[in-house]
């Protein structure tokens, strides 16, 4: 933790941070790190990291500060009424289609960012995010600040994605949040977001450009407008996996994510695209 004491001595009490859970999400966050690098930003990104995380050494090489973190002390209720399964049950994917490697368990390891007294602010960041333009103004923000959900209907304005969110770590605040997550019977339906929006039910909302879902792409083009947009949200089907059964709707955000993540600059602009449609191909108009 050098680089740790060497902000604090700089007087620079604020961090960036994400968190990788598998291999899936090293490889995501070594994509936003590089994002972030080309903002300009002198903040560093903090890795909060479970043991199962991978690419670890990959992040550090490029200037990340890894924190070792673990799920919460949750109940076994809580885990059986949470797991992947239950949750699916409750509330079926069927807007997109969720990674099998994820645990939703581990969306509370988010929680862990409370802990890290050494800063006064952080701007958390889900590693399948890309940052196209500069969002340290986040930093003058109040907690608790996050984006709406909003990718599929303007009804959803009301609703928090944690994807992107403003924090102030503090252990008072850490031990508030983990009285108030295992309740007897308590069901956070969408996790982590579910809870933060109950236990902060008063946030802060950020503009949607600061947290703007891949959906919005084709669901609502209206609000594509990329010279406002800060953050892309790869939400549900992540852009380097072999198979994507919505590559035909997103391919041109898929290639922003390949690019970032070879370390190139963000264009200069990425206009929403007409989709390839399935009788264009069989007539031969799409090779």
Known sequence: MNRDREWNR???????????????????ALALKR??????TDAPLLVL???????LDELEREGCVIVPVEQPALSDAFRERHSRDAL????????GNKPAFHDPIDN????????LTDYETIV?????????????MLFGYP??????NVYETLADFHRLNSGVFVAEPSLATYDTLIEKLDRPGVFWRRTDQTFLEAAFADWHKLPYTFNTMQYVYFNLPELWVWKSIRVVHYQYEKPWAAENPKRHLLKPLID???????????????????PERDEDRSKGLIA
């Open 10 to 28: 700089a007087g620079l009490r604020r961090a960036y941070a994400t968190l990788v859970t598998n291999a899936e999400y090293g490889r995501g």
């Open 35 to 40: 994002s972030l690098r080309w903002t300009g």
């Open 49 to 55: 990291a479970t043991q199962e995380a991978e690419h």
């Open 88 to 95: 699916h049950r409750a509330a079926p994917f069927n807007k």
């Open 108 to 115: 509370f390891c988010k929680l862990e960012l409370w802990k």
């Open 124 to 136: 958390f960041l889900d590693a399948d995010s890309l940052v196209v333009k500069p969002i340290d």
């Open 143 to 148: 907690e608790f600040a996050g984006a709406p």
């Open 256 to 274: 922003l994510w390949w690019r970032m993540f070879e370390g190139e600059a963000p264009p200069d602009d990425l206009p929403v695209v007409a």
